[in-house]
Every structure is written in structure tokens, then in C-alpha cells.
């Protein structure tokens, strides 16, 4: 076998195992990570004669952006963010946020800890909230610059925004699902059926307007 061939039956071989494991565990896998991973850092997509870019379209049906950020995140994260991603929907920003909380197959909380599992899937969505929504209040206020004749108050106070108070977890996770559609809708490959996230939208729109008629009756 020449050397091109061989190139080439490595190639097969290692996008072979992307699209079974993109069946098995999802688009998102950590599996599916390394193996787009290998195929980018070996250059191994040379051996039929494209470039990364036409290699992404062509033959992995995604953008060469989406493919570099799953890498991206597989180099920073490790395979955890994955994990997590497939079974509590996060953007990259927000688990930026939480990371130190993620421990291997768990994630760390206030008592204990919630092992990255199917089954627990919603106590890790409510964790996943609550952690964000604490790192976000823990982010240094941004500077606002002011004139010089306008006096600071003596004794500013902040707001109490008490973790338990579930009007503060709502908007938490509001603010997560909005920023995980934003991700997804970054990149058209990444969410070929609209139909059904336009329905989505369009009803939770109705229900946001009512909500906001109401806060302002």
C-alpha cells in the first residue's frame, strides 16, 4: 500500500469514528471533539487532496469556525465541557464561568457534588443556573466614568440578591437559554432544522410579552 493510500485509509478510519460516535452520543461528543481534533492537527485531511475548510463542508457538514471552536473548547475545557454540554445545554462564556466547579465526571456544589449522569439531568440544569448566576454577581462591577462635579453617594448599597430567591434563578436561566440559542444560531450547520426552534421562540415570545405588560401595569 503506497503512502497516499495508506493516508488516506487513516483518514476513513478516523472519520469513520467521528460519524459513529456523532450518532451514539450526539453532535457535540467528546469523542467526536478528538477525533475532528486529529483529523485537523495531523493534517490528515490532505490525503484526498482538500483544504481544513473544504474538508469541514464537504465531508463533516459543518464550518471550519464551528469545527476550531469545538477544538477550542476541547483544548481549554477537556472532555468535562462536553459531558455537561450534552445534557445541560451552556455557552462556552458560561461555562468559562463555572469551570473550576466541574471536577472530572461531577459537578461541585454547595453540600456536595452532582455526577454528570443522564439521570441527572435536571439537578444539574438547576446547578448549572445557580452556579452561573453566582459568578455573574461575583464579576467586578464594569467602571463608568462620571463628570467630576457629580458627588458619590457616602454609603452605596447593593441590592440583596439572596441565591434561594427564585426570581433571581429565572432570570438565570433565562439568560442561559438565550445565550445558548445565540451560540447555536452563530453557525447555520450547527442547527439545520429551524422549524421547530422558530415555533419555540415565537411561543415564548408571547408568554415574555405578556410577562413584560404585566411589570409594567
Not at 157 to 180: C, F, H, N, Y
Request: proline share 5%; glycine share 8%; charged share 25%.
Amino acid at each position: 500500500m503506497s503512502e497516499t493510500s495508506s493516508d488516506a485509509f487513516d483518514l476513513g478510519a478516523w472519520l469513520g469514528r467521528k460519524q459513529a460516535f456523532s450518532g451514539i452520543a450526539g453532535r457535540c461528543s467528546a469523542a467526536d471533539a478528538i477525533c475532528i481534533r486529529t483529523i485537523r492537527d495531523e493534517k490528515k485531511y490532505k490525503a484526498i487532496g482538500l483544504t481544513w475548510d473544504e474538508f469541514c463542508k464537504q465531508r463533516m457538514g459543518m464550518s471550519r469556525s464551528y469545527a476550531d471552536r469545538m477544538i477550542q473548547c476541547l483544548n481549554e475545557f477537556g472532555e468535562s465541557y462536553f459531558h455537561l454540554a450534552g445534557l445541560v445545554p451552556i455557552a462556552v462564556e458560561d461555562y468559562r464561568l463555572i469551570a473550576g466547579h466541574v471536577n472530572g465526571e461531577e459537578v461541585q456544589v454547595e453540600g456536595g457534588a452532582i455526577r454528570i449522569d443522564p439521570q441527572n439531568a435536571a439537578a444539574l440544569a438547576g446547578a448549572v443556573a445557580d452556579l452561573r448566576h453566582q459568578a455573574r454577581l461575583a464579576l467586578p462591577a464594569p467602571e463608568v466614568s462620571k463628570p467630576d462635579n457629580v458627588r458619590k453617594p457616602r454609603n452605596p448599597k447593593k441590592p440583596k440578591q439572596p441565591e434561594s430567591d427564585p426570581r433571581w434563578q429565572a432570570i438565570g436561566r433565562l439568560e442561559t437559554a438565550v445565550g445558548w440559542l445565540d451560540t447555536l444560531l452563530a453557525d447555520a450547520s450547527a442547527m439545520p432544522d429551524r422549524t421547530l426552534l422558530m415555533t419555540a421562540v415565537g411561543g415564548s415570545l408571547q408568554r415574555l410579552s405578556r410577562i413584560d405588560r404585566r411589570l409594567r401595569g
